[in-house]
């Protein structure tokens, strides 16, 4: 640094690319997102203001992976456009050293916002299920949880908010858009909390849940969760090298609308429920399930720490499903007993046609690092392994149990 010459900013149009992202690639083949510089600046000022709640010289911490779409948008642009302190963290919320590793950044860098998958307060859930570690510091700053990456279960909602006592704010974004779609803006109008829900959709999405012939879902029916165009700023204008693409993925299915290809439902107060890939969506005899709506159900054992689920192949019903559950620590559980009691709670809570076939308890789940799991992976699929999985030895941990 002491050698070096200064540069100049080099002026840009708002429409050149900023940067381009590959998507998680849970389907092994990813997408070259496209971000515009003016959209994009524009989108993340405005929400770290709205949604966030963040002013200039506070403190901000997205406790993410920066070449994740969350690192790039607020550990790097959102924070510096406002004014605000960034915390680059390297580590994991739990064994680094211990669950405590993200109430230490918070109380030593009195972070008043932290931003994070529910991945991450699922393993310190597991790690530690009393938050004991939580009262060796002081968390005093910390204003606001927010949680985005994946469904965020209600038992994991529930357990952040009475161990932390602050709003944890759920909300719901893609690589694609670079911010959030749905969500509480907390520094605008904080919205009642609905567990379950990311609330209602953000200025300038047009939320439509659509049917398979195109039309509008009434209150409380599931379809696919669309956005009428034009989009927002901040959102993808193309895919890199790849209009057709970009055409055929995202605009084509329903016209005049963007497919997030996620399923899921607006409530009669309009807050939008998201139940998972629509590709996540098992046929069983006939009946379509989201497999969010089965992991719900399996997450509010006690002894869960986290699942998922998976369709599998059946020559009777078409597909079954089938769970893999990983246990909170220091659970010590008949597994025979627990499987019935989960395969129960799956028929009272979702219904007799989505009974469990099959629950098999694991060490771990193979995921990318924003939470999302690799359910082909899971079901046994021979699909290429993304660069972005989280812990590739899990896999090796779990063919012996995966069906052939």
């Not at 439509?208 to 959102?235: N, Q, S, Y």
Request: hydrophobic share 40%; with cysteine.
């Amino acid at each position: 640094m002491v050698g070096a010459e200064p540069v100049d900013p080099v002026p840009v149009a708002a429409t050149d690319p900023l940067y381009v992202l590959y998507t998680s690639g849970t389907t092994g083949k990813p997408k070259g997102i496209v971000r515009d510089n003016g959209g994009h600046a524009v989108a993340l000022l405005w929400s770290m203001r709205n949604v966030y709640d963040v002013q200039p010289g506070d403190v901000y911490w997205a406790a993410s992976d920066v070449g994740w779409v969350v690192g790039h948008s607020y550990i790097v642009y959102g924070p510096l456009l406002l004014g605000a302190t960034t915390v680059l963290y390297e580590g994991k919320p739990v064994g680094t050293p211990d669950p405590g590793a993200f109430w230490r950044v918070i109380a030593e860098h009195r972070v008043k916002a932290l931003f994070t998958a529910p991945t991450a307060f699922r393993a310190i859930k597991k790690e530690d299920p009393d938050a004991t570690y939580l009262g060796k510091y002081d968390v005093s700053s910390l204003k606001h949880l927010f949680l985005a990456g994946e469904r965020l279960d209600p038992d994991t909602y529930q357990w952040a908010a009475e161990k932390l006592g602050i709003p944890v704010i759920d909300h719901w974004w893609q690589t694609e858009t670079g911010w959030a779609i749905a969500a509480n803006p907390m520094g605008l109008q904080p919205l009642p909390v609905k567990p379950g829900s990311p609330t209602v959709p953000m200025p300038g999405y047009d939320v439509r849940v659509l049917a398979p012939d195109g039309g509008e879902c009434g209150p409380d029916e599931e379809g696919a969760i669309c956005v009428k165009l034009p989009l927002p700023p901040g959102t993808l204008p193309t895919l890199w090298g790849d209009d057709e693409r970009y055409v055929a993925s995202y605009l084509t299915d329903f016209p005049g609308h963007y497919l997030t290809g996620d399923g899921g439902y607006l409530d009669e107060d309009g807050y939008l429920f998201v139940m998972g890939r629509t590709d996540d969506v098992i046929n069983v005899a006939g009946h379509r399930l989201s497999t969010g709506s089965i992991e719900a159900a399996l997450s509010g054992h006690p002894a869960a720490a986290e699942c998922a689920v998976v369709g599998v192949a059946d020559p009777l019903k078409g597909q079954v499903s089938r769970g893999f559950v990983v246990l909170k620590a220091g659970v010590d559980v008949d597994p025979q007993r627990l499987r019935a009691e989960l395969v129960h709670l799956v028929r009272g809570q979702v219904g007799p046609v989505a009974a469990v076939k099959q629950v098999d308890i694991v060490a771990g789940l193979p995921k990318t690092r924003s939470g999302k799991t690799m359910r082909g992976i899971a079901d046994g699929r021979d699909e290429p392994v993304p660069s972005t999985i989280e812990d590739p030895a899990v896999l090796d941990r779990l063919r012996p149990i995966l069906r052939p």
